[in-house]
């Protein structure tokens, strides 16, 4: 059954340290979103491709944050150097153009950074 | 901009028992989206139902349904016949449609459901 995947579940990292994340869409989605998701915050949008292009990005950090969709299946999201700050869940999810109100989540990256 | 207010932290229902998770809006907007998301411990986000706002039919989905009160900016959600693996993280969504940002999904801060045996 399709589902979005994503790598690693889990990752602790020291501060300084490069952090990347990644993203398997469903096949066939051709819209890919990032977000992160803190206590203090709750889920907020970083990031959004469509067809590999990127949309919006307003909701991420540009000094240390970076987001790419080198093909159609992954879509990558960066953080270097990392922050303790940075500590939080982060979820991909991806959609259809044609169908863009529902977006299918991962199951999300739980980022530590020391 | 769109904000999404769920304004009960926490909720508890007994196994069977109908709940009801209370969700309200504010928007401009005349067509658009709303949707509710579980997170159970797992942290996986689940769709659980959507609501076009253009539909005045109210959205149902097995023991899920939602009553929408398009002119109050309401989008509540009902369970029925609780089951103890509804205990999760339930969050409240609104989305426009339309190009660039519109995409996004504004979530609520979310309502913890505990179910109990």
């Known amino acids: 059954d399709a589902r979005v995947t994503q790598t690693p579940r889990h990752k602790v990292t020291e501060m300084g340290q490069e952090v990347t994340m990644r993203c398997q869409p469903i096949?066939?989605?051709?819209?890919v979103f990032w977000y992160r998701q803190t206590m203090m915050q709750g889920l907020e949008l970083l990031a959004y491709?469509?067809?590999?292009?990127?949309?919006?990005d307003s909701g991420m950090p540009k000094d240390r944050f970076s987001a790419e969709m080198p093909d159609a299946t992954l879509a990558t999201l960066k953080i270097q150097p990392s922050e303790p700050r940075d500590s939080a869940v982060y979820f991909c999810?991806?959609?259809?153009?044609?169908?863009?109100?529902?977006?299918?989540f991962g199951p999300g990256t739980r980022l530590t950074v020391l | 901009a769109q904000t999404v207010t769920q304004s009960q932290p926490e909720m508890s229902v007994q196994e069977a028992e109908t709940v009801t998770l209370s969700c309200t809006y504010d928007t401009s907007e005349n067509n658009y989206y709303l949707f509710w998301y579980k997170q159970p411990p797992s942290r996986q986000m689940i769709l659980v139902i959507r609501?076009?706002?253009?539909?005045?039919q109210n959205a149902t989905e097995n023991r899920f349904s939602v009553n929408f009160q398009k002119a109050a900016k309401s989008f509540s959600l009902k369970i029925s016949d609780s089951q103890l693996g509804d205990t999760a993280m339930y969050f409240c969504a609104f989305m426009k449609p339309g190009g660039g940002s519109n995409y996004k999904l504004t979530f609520g801060k979310g309502t913890l459901l505990t179910v109990n045996p």
């Open positions: 096949l066939g989605h051709n819209t």
């Open positions: 999810a991806s959609g259809l153009t044609a169908y863009t109100d529902t977006q299918y």
């Open positions: 609501q076009e706002a253009y539909k005045q």
């Open positions: 491709f469509r067809n590999r292009a990127p949309l919006d």
